[in-house]
């Protein structure tokens, strides 16, 4: 598992355990939280309804008070006159008291008189409890017809639930003593219900008594709270239930505003998510990435070129470049050891050469000395001697100018045998010098048996090889790196080989400069790949602006000891070893040149990235 993957493995399954929490606080703390208040609220709109019965009721007895504290009332029910019946409990007379049920009582109980009506129509109706003659010797309110005292209360009647209240009968100013009782009925009809619910602002029922309960219950399905509330009559027997049903708004709500933090907390979830991954994607997990990959890349092909370049300051951008610096260090020290171990290289040849070269130059010495011997020997002076005598005339005998002449023949035949003999003793230093001149030859040949590979930049190479020509050349060559040999990038070759062969590129184009009479001229070095025979070739161009080479010449100048130059600094050997390295690499050289005085290019193909150079050579070499 990868960071990333880890990351958002603990950032997910943190947020499983919070929604997981927040079902859990929804389910066991709000959701049970909204039902108590739903069912609070439901006992409250019961309480109203309770609380509008009760005006109803009020309502009626201070009906019935108005009506029965009055004189004519309690003059008729001294001496029962029928006109105050007919005058005051007509439908007419009746109608604003919106009552069903009138009954006058004296005060032992007899009923003095009674009516029911229809409210609507005005019509007679018939109420059971209206019929009766004489109250119940049980009937409850007989205290409060004998003490006064007003009652209310309710009673089933043969036409459902009525609504009763009592009052004494006075005599109009409140005073007196009650000469019985008024009592005053109202059916409780769905109207009459309906108008209770809208006072109570809840819808209302009423149910007759059945298997419910004795006491105030609540129940609840998913959409609405049921209160029961039972009520009994005047004699304290269950009467009725009257029941609301109240809409479960505020669960509902309630389950809204869950559902809406549950999403939001999805939704945050996802967005944090998303911001954590791409903020770590950017700022940690890419640039990890990136550094392990080149981390990677460097220990798997030794690619010592290649730079991590982080811009910024963090700890990232911190890491990166010290590996950079690490790399660098790094490259310097295989740089460092690959030149040591081709120095070594050099020097363990040199000695073969120097072998060699004695061994040849040992005969070379004898024959020098024993030329010089003979030279030395050879009787010039004598000769020299006798040639004057003879020439001054002073030997005037005949004798002595025979034996001057015979003295000089004899030199001579000397001079010649030594003359001779010094001509085979130069031909056979002539053999040595080519016999060593073949060992040297030999010897650049084999030199390149072990090609050590490196990784590198080209621009880095050029500027090693500026770093080893003579302080005259850079002084005489500024280089003109072209932008492609950068964008080449990182290439593999003999990075030693490639540096000396620029080397002696750079010091000849600084020769051709010089050679036109200017102190300072530029070498343009440019580079290109390009595919043959199924491999990448690196095309290097140097163009300089020297004294150019003649058309006759541009195949020659790769002659072992061709050279236009002074004998005595310059050996013709520079262009020919190159020649021999690059064919050695597989690949080839040539120059190009459009005339004396018009600058020169030399143009190299070179096979790339055959082979990456193994570690463990590199230590077996050092
Ligand atoms: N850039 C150049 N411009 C003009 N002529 C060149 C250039 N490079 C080489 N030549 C010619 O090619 C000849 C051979 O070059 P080469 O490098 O092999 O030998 P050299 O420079 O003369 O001597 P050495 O390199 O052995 O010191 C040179 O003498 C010169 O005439
Ligand atoms: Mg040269």
Known sequence: MNIRQKVVAIVAALFVVLIALEIFVQERVLMPSFAELERSDAQTSMTRVQLALNRTLDGLESIANDWSDWGELYQFMQDRNSAFITTYTSVSAMAPLKVNMLMLLDINGNVVFSSARDLESGNPIDIDFAGQKVLAHDFPWRTNLSAGQPAQGLVRTNLGVMMLV???????????????????????????????????????????????????????????????????????????????????????????????????????????????????????????????????????????????????????????????????????????????SYQAGFAELAKGVMHNLGNAMTPLGVRLSVLSGRVANAPLADIEWAAAEFESGAADEVERRADLVNFIRLGCRELAATLLGAKGDIAAMERQTSIIAATLADQLVNTRNEAVLESVRLPDVVSQALDIVPDTCRQTIVIDADESLRAVGSITVERTVLRLILQNLIIN???????????????????????????????LECRDNGIGIEAQNLQRVFEKGFSTKSRETNHGIGLHWCANAIHSMGGRIWAVSEGAGRGASMHLVLPIGKRQIPAERLEMET
Request: net charge negative.
């Open 166 to 340: 009592a009052v004494p009968i006075l005599d109009g100013t409140g005073a007196g003593r009650p000469r019985g009782m008024a009592l005053m009925g109202r059916l409780f009809s769905s109207k009459q219900l309906d108008t209770i619910g809208v006072q109570a602002q809840v819808p209302l029922f009423m149910s007759d008594v059945g298997n419910t309960p004795s006491h105030e219950e609540i129940s609840e399905t998913d959409t609405a709270t049921t209160v029961y509330r039972p009520y009994d009559d005047i004699y304290g027997r269950p009467l009725m239930y009257l029941h609301i049903e109240v809409p479960r708004n505020i669960t509902a709500r309630g389950h809204i505003a869950v559902n809406y933090s549950l999403w939001y907390l999805v939704g945050a979830a996802i967005t944090v998510l998303i911001l954590l991954l791409v903020t770590l994607n950017r700022l940690i997990l890419s640039p990890i990435a990136r550094v392990t990959r080149h981390a990677v890349a460097v220990g798997e092909r030794g690619d010592l070129t290649a730079r991590l370049n982080f811009r910024g300051t963090d700890e990232i951008s911190r890491l990166a470049g010290e590996f950079d610096r690490m790399v660098e260090s790094v490259a310097q020290s295989r740089r460092q050891l690959v030149d040591q």
């Open 509 to 539: 184009a600084a020769d051709a400069v010089r050679a036109t009479g200017r102190d300072k001229g530029a070498l343009h070095i440019a580079a290109e790949i390009f595919r043959e025979d199924d491999s990448e070739q690196l095309h």
